[in-house]
């Protein structure tokens, strides 16, 4: 059968959801036929794939928001690409790019499967709770106090009321389509309870955990010292404050810690000063926004892998990239961390905003290499069980083969 995977950054592999996407469409694309459909190309791809040549001119920021010229310059040219290849399903990987490629398909009476990674088919926002869950059909005035925040994290707060008209009717339309899609695939229980709370026909979603990386096992660099890993977004919710803190508790009685943190964003600078205010820049390491291949050194490398998100995430894909690697994890208590950190085999849960309770996990890993080599064999061994390819590839084609049938599609 021929199968359209359609997301609004996928040529790029620029974060978690873009490498899923990417390793999906490397499974899917030696058994059926697949082609891609992007915004722009940067990195190789693992089938045929399309761009937008307008469209790749829009800034980053500018295409997760939306706005009605950009929906209308990604429908045309997804429509004509639609049009010329026929797909027999069309699979939309972001809520991004959700509106456009859902009417496409519409257009032309092609089944449409949707992934959902986060939480946009309800709000569009960051994050509307950091009380570890979402609220649902919140009021205006909820709504208004959730963007301030959402752009103060950027600087940008006193604008909100500017904004305030375009960000809640791009919610209402994000709300409207998303009802229209055929059928989800959650990454996470977490995601599909959610998404039945919104009104989704639970017989409308299937749980597939993102694809694992297929990485071979070598051995660490270092020898002398201890290597505590955490990667993301640096946003004040992704929670790397709680991760420093904790690291201050611990620098303090083992001397051999090391902290390694990857990734860029708005709220950088604020770290790296709490890090040279605790007077420990010897001992933690920046490395910015590194290639894929980089990261999967550094999980090698690293002892101890920290996940700290203040909000409640679907399932981080930090988990199977440490389990990949075997390593185990700390994670905080909420979204769908606990499906794959299992307290005592596969790591270690910690509540949001717990630096003493982190602190104490770390301890107990630092001191017994035996346990943290037992915790990240389970792990690895969890996710070969629940996301191997041939899983991954058995599980989405049942799907797209179901759907298309409904469609009166032979395949």
């Known amino acids: 059968m021929k199968i359209a995977l359609i997301g609004t950054f996928l040529g790029q592999k620029t974060a978690g959801a873009e490498i899923s996407s990417y390793l999906l469409a490397n499974h899917l694309s030696g058994i059926e036929d697949v082609f891609i459909i992007t915004t722009k ?11 937008m040549p307008l469209a790749k001119f829009f800034p980053h920021r500018f295409l997760m928001v939306g706005a009605r010229i950009s929906d209308f310059i990604m429908y045309r040219k997804i429509l004509k690409i639609l049009m010329n290849e026929m797909p027999d399903v069309v699979h ?27 939480f946009r088919f ?10 570890g869950k979402f609220r649902f059909n919140c009021t205006k005035q909820q709504y208004k106090k959730c963007l301030k925040e959402t752009l103060s994290a950027a600087s940008f707060g006193f604008l909100s009321p500017l904004f305030f008209r375009h960000f809640y009717r791009r919610k209402l339309l994000l709300n409207k389509y998303s009802k229209q899609v055929d059928y989800f695939i959650s990454v996470s229980d977490f995601v599909k309870n959610n998404l039945i709370e919104f009104g989704v026909d639970k017989n409308k979603i299937t749980t597939i955990y993102v694809p694992k990386p297929d990485w071979k096992h070598r051995q660490d660099k270092h020898k ?25 508790i611990i620098a303090k009685t083992h001397k051999e810690a090391y902290l390694i943190i990857a990734g860029t964003g708005s709220y950088e600078n604020e770290l790296k000063d709490m890090v040279k205010d605790i007077g420990l820049q010897e001992k933690v390491n920046f490395l910015g926004k590194i290639s894929y291949e980089q990261m999967e050194d550094e999980y090698f490398n690293a002892d101890i892998v920290l996940q700290s998100s203040i909000i409640p995430e679907s399932l981080s894909r930090i988990i199977f990239e440490a389990f990949a690697a075997k390593k185990p994890v700390i994670a905080t208590d909420s979204g769908g961390n606990k499906e794959l950190v299992k307290e005592n085999e596969t790591g270690f849960l910690v509540k949001i905003n717990n630096p003493e309770q982190m602190a104490q996990k770390i301890d107990i890993l630092i001191k017994d290499k035996n346990l943290r080599q037992k915790m990240g064999l389970a792990g690895f061994n969890l996710i070969q069980k629940l996301c191997s390819e041939e899983s991954i590839i058995k599980n989405h084609l049942k799907i797209y083969k179901e759907l298309a049938e409904k469609y009166g599609k032979k395949c």
Not at 41 to 51: D, G, N
């Open 41 to 51: 190309i940067t990195s190789e791809m693992p089938c045929r794939a399309y761009s």
């Open 92 to 118: 939309i990987q972001d809520f991004s790019i959700m509106i456009p490629a859902l009417k496409a398909a519409k257009k032309l009476n092609i089944p449409t499967v949707m992934t959902v990674r986060d």
């Open 122 to 131: 309800e709000c569009n926002l960051d994050s509307c709770s950091k009380e």
């Open 224 to 248: 002398d010292v201890l290597v505590l890993f955490a990667a993301g977004l640096l946003v004040e919710a992704k929670g790397f404050q709680t991760i420093i803190d904790a690291f201050h």
